[in-house]
């Protein structure tokens, strides 16, 4: 039983570069999610998935592009990364929305040069 | 959805109980008490939840004050792995496309040895 797992664990990209962070869940989640989380700073949203093929803008979607093609993956897209994209990423996947089962990834650090 | 506000950092000492306040005074009647925590670099974990009753779970107990406008999160016996952030979180509980979970600055908590 994996859970969330998020790859890659780290990555560092040039100002321009291109690259697609991937999600899978295996707890046949509804929900999906991409948060963002900045130095000393609490998580904020990116976008977000209800259900296979649908997709909906967080509170930060800036910059970001995300496809969920499949119920168990949810891709994070950078188009053109931009150091301020610098930041740690957390995928999450809940049951229909229900807020005390969310389920966390371990994170993807990304540094953008 | 109504605002939290805690504290920014607490400490205690290992083996006492940790007790966190949430302050949401203009929560609505609909709107329920969550309750994460982040590990250092990890992804954030569910504690508990409540409405409106007292809850108890094997991790933590959550006091509600009567008129629901402040919550208090308690770790009965703190060890030194609760060393974390603490967030408190109020958002309605019902499941619709809207549905999501959004964080703010959390309590740093620090149990001392």
């Known amino acids: 039983n994996a859970g969330v797992t998020q790859t890659p664990k780290f990555r560092v990209l040039k100002t321009g570069q291109s690259m697609t962070l991937l999600c899978a869940q295996d707890m046949n989640h509804e929900y999906m999610y991409w948060y963002r989380q900045d130095p000393g700073m609490g998580l904020r949203l990116i976008h977000y998935s209800v259900g296979e093929g649908t997709t909906a803008k967080g509170e930060v979607p800036d910059g970001y592009n995300v496809s969920r093609l499949k119920k168990q993956n949810f891709l994070l897209g950078l188009e053109s990364a931009a150091p301020s994209q610098t930041s740690v990423y957390f995928c999450?996947?809940?049951?229909?929305?229900?807020?005390?089962?969310?389920?966390f990834g371990s994170g993807t650090r990304l540094t953008v040069v | 959805d109504a605002k939290t506000t805690q504290p920014t950092s607490m400490d205690c000492a290992e083996g006492r109980a940790a007790n966190l306040p949430c302050n949401h005074s203009?929560?609505?009647?609909?709107?329920?008490v969550y309750w994460y925590r982040q590990i250092h670099s990890q992804g954030p974990q569910y504690i508990i939840h409540g409405l409106k009753n007292n809850e108890t779970n094997e991790m933590a107990s959550l006091i509600i004050t009567e008129d629901r406008k402040s919550s208090t999160l308690i770790l009965p016996h703190a060890t030194l792995r609760d060393t974390a952030v603490y967030y408190c979180i109020v958002r309605v509980g019902r499941m619709d496309s809207s549905y999501k979970l959004i964080f703010g600055s959390g309590t740093r908590l620090l149990v001392r040895p």
């Open positions: 999450a996947s809940s049951y229909r929305g229900q807020m005390y089962g969310y389920t």
């Open positions: 203009t929560i609505s009647g609909n709107e329920y």
